[in-house]
């Protein structure tokens, strides 16, 4: 499974910001999606998950109602659109990949940065 996860860049405080991570692998509705942020000096950090069935969804209590994430099975995408940014926010954001069949996320994109200035 390779992950592959854009559209992080710089922006001010409040504004908005949507994460893609699109995912090479047949079988994409058989993964648990997840999108997780390390900021410097800081630990690696979930964010948010979606299931592969009924896309549940899972969100770290500081981006509850301000972060979304979704799927497009058909199109082996996972989405992360990101509201109300905070400078708190900033941090590079990796997308991960978990099969059905394991427990936790076992693949992981490369990253992209998002900065919010304040």
């Known amino acids: 499974v390779q992950l592959q996860a854009s559209g992080g860049g710089l922006v001010q405080a409040g504004g908005s910001l949507r994460l893609s991570c699109a995912a090479s692998v047949r079988t994409f509705g058989s993964y648990r999606m997840g999108w997780f942020r390390q900021a410097p000096g800081k630990e690696r950090e979930f964010v948010a998950g979606i299931n592969w069935s009924d896309s549940s969804t899972a969100y770290a209590d500081a981006v509850k109602g301000r972060f979304t994430i979704s799927r497009d099975n058909a199109k082996n995408t996972v989405y992360l659109q990101m509201n109300s940014l905070k400078p708190e926010d900033t941090a590079v954001y990796y997308c991960?990949?978990?099969?059905?069949?394991?427990?936790?996320?076992?693949?992981w994109g490369q990253g992209t940065l998002v900065t919010v200035s304040s």
């Open positions: 991960a990949a978990g099969s059905k069949f394991k427990q936790g996320y076992g693949y």
